[in-house]
């Protein structure tokens, strides 16, 4: 079990870290997922691949979440070792016989995505042509609206959709479709749109059981975000739009845990406006590359949060590859230096997930944190100021 401190700046005094530090915060977690669970009229698939740390998945269990997006066989033990209770849905498109045969006669999974038909053929003869499989099919959907489109590698299109959706409906108890129109999706709309395809491939092959919106749901980095009842609110109008008569499901990862923790990094040479850490792209702190300057960051010490005049840095990881940098303008406090530490709030989403061992750089430290999370502060007062 982490250890457990009153804030960020109480175990840089009582610990004196000597790598990053994931600090997560169960209490925001346990709250954001009450909150969606009791905002979506259908059931919430956490996606566990955008968190997969025990606490984490404890967390959003006493928050109400009760079932689980999991993308592989190892996701699938790790759920049913952690919350035995929980039910998984091995929702990748794509998967080994032995995945399947295991998930199915070991662990209760019944519900598969497929979007090919050798895909349906593996799941259909590794399940020993089961009666109870829920089969759902995934559509290709655009990706507009998302800042990290997922097009392009999964779904079907409508003509192909209607094809494999009658050929499964003699081979499952239950059909779904489900999609995902990106992470980070900042467009309400983009649901629509794809609810309307999902709406025209239901119909052609008389009805399905249900319908999986997928995630792409936002968080909260900028504070100008859709909140999540935005979402649900387009989801549930397009439904009843488009005459679609079946159950709901959701599968939110960032949205579930990116305000529940925070990265804990040690600055160990400045140059000019240029900020060498011990964590990075390779470590956890890849979304600050790949999503951009958008995360609040303050300085902290032992004694407390440091306040003052802010400056624009661009930040680097401490690996030899030059990928491994996070270019700004983050704003900071000016007068950080080396040896100080960085606090990365909104860091509970694709994190210690991506954290690998490139270049003998690595830290699997995670402390637990009491407090209320200063960033959701920071974000909601100064949307554009990333410095406390």
């Not at 209490?27 to 919430?44: K, M, N, Q, T």
């Not at 749109?193 to 999986?212: P, Q, W």
């Not at 804990?264 to 790949?290: C, F, I, M, P």
Request: with cysteine; proline share 5%; net charge negative.
């Amino acid at each position: 079990m982490a250890d457990t401190f009153g804030s960020a700046a109480a175990l840089l005094a009582l610990r004196s870290p000597e790598h990053s530090v994931v600090c997560v915060r169960p209490h925001l977690i346990e709250a954001r997922a009450r909150r969606v669970v009791a905002a979506f009229p259908g059931d919430v698939l956490y996606a566990v691949k955008c968190n997969d740390t025990p606490i984490v998945l404890e967390s959003l269990w006493r928050g109400g979440v009760r079932h689980f997006d999991t993308a592989s066989i190892g996701e699938v033990r790790l759920v049913r070792r952690v919350l035995p209770q929980a039910r998984c849905h091995f929702m990748h498109p794509v998967k080994s016989a032995e995945a399947i045969a295991e998930a199915y006669h070991r662990h209760g999974v019944r519900r598969f995505v497929f979007d090919h038909e050798d895909e349906l053929a593996k799941i259909v003869a590794a399940t020993d042509r089961a009666r109870d499989l829920e089969l759902f099919l995934r559509l290709a959907v655009p990706g507009q609206g998302s800042l990290l489109s997922l097009t392009g590698k999964f779904g079907v299109e409508r003509d192909e959709a209607v094809r494999l959706l009658r050929r499964a409906r003699g081979l499952a108890a239950e059909l779904g479709l489900t999609f995902h129109v990106g992470s980070q999706c900042v467009d309400p709309v983009a649901f629509e749109r794809a609810i309307a395809i999902a709406a025209e491939v239901a119909h052609a092959v008389g009805g399905v059981e249900h319908l999986d919106v997928g995630g792409g749901f936002p968080a909260l980095y900028k504070g100008d975000e859709p909140e999540f009842e935005a979402f649900v609110g387009t989801i549930v109008g397009a439904v009843a739009a488009h005459g679609l008569d079946c159950r709901l499901q959701c599968e939110p990862g960032r949205l579930l845990v990116a305000d529940g923790a925070s990265v804990l990094t040690r600055v160990e040479l400045r140059r000019g406006r240029s900020l060498y850490l011990n964590d990075g792209v390779y470590g956890n702190l890849a979304e600050l590359k790949w999503i951009g300057p958008q995360f609040p960051i303050r300085l902290v010490r032992p004694s407390g949060p440091i306040e003052g005049e802010t400056a624009d840095f661009d930040l680097y990881g401490p690996t030899c590859d030059s990928i491994d940098s996070m270019p700004g303008p983050h704003r900071i406090v000016r007068e950080v230096g080396e040896g100080d530490w960085l606090e990365v709030g909104m860091m509970g989403a694709y994190s210690n997930a991506l954290r690998t061992r490139f270049n003998g750089f690595t830290s699997e430290a995670v402390a637990i944190l009491r407090d209320r999370g200063w960033y959701l502060e920071a974000q909601r007062h100064q949307p554009t100021a990333l410095a406390a």
